[in-house]
């Protein structure tokens, strides 16, 4: 998933791509779960959507979370309706790849899976992840809640004190916005790594842990 030449900033709304009326077809079943990709959500389940690279192996990392109860790969922040990957991937959608991770708050808490998603790619590199160069691989948390806001926010700043406080230099360009809309993405990138045990990841960090419990809400 490695491109390059990509436009590094982000499409206006009259420059976008058309996109489509109907949505892309994708996967009727998770992959390792066995449950409707599209099914009902139990209650008391809540969802938290994080953009940090290559979907693929993003995707990996939150189905391996205890209270994780679903994941989905697809789109999101962008302006064009039921983009494809292609389009996505050619920088005029406006998009990012983003992990749509549902999961039972009893189990394991929001700012949990915030921990595990700073730790787990570089949120100081603005519109690329390592090799992987362009707009849809943007650190991105699209929330759900105001306190979803709230708690990212306050784990990020926490988090850029301990990266400086760590030598690492540059701030976190992680975008924090309310989210809009997920379009999900084709069969094939659902569970990917499943599917393709050997497949590429993409998937690093900055080798700095995250504070959790500075006053953060859970």
Known sequence: M????????????????????????????????????????PDGHETAIFGLGCFWGAERKFWQQDGVWLTRVGYAGGITPNP????????????????????????????????LFLENHDPTQGMRQGNDIGTQYRSAIYTTSDAQAKTAREMITAYEKALAQSGHRGPITTEIAPLDKVYLAEDYHQQYLAKNPNGYCGIGGTGVS?????????
């Open 2 to 41: 490695l491109f390059s030449k990509k436009p590094l900033t982000l499409p206006e709304a009259d420059s976008a791509l058309p996109g489509r009326a109907a949505a892309i077809p994708t996967a009727q079943t998770h992959y390792v779960f066995g449950r409707p990709l599209q099914g009902p959500v």
């Open 84 to 115: 494809t990957y292609e389009e996505v991937c050619s920088g005029g959608t406006g998009h990012t790849e983003i992990v749509e991770v549902i999961f039972n708050p009893d189990v394991v808490s929001f700012a949990e899976l915030v921990k």
């Open 210 to 218: 995250c504070p959790i419990g500075l006053g953060v809400p859970s």
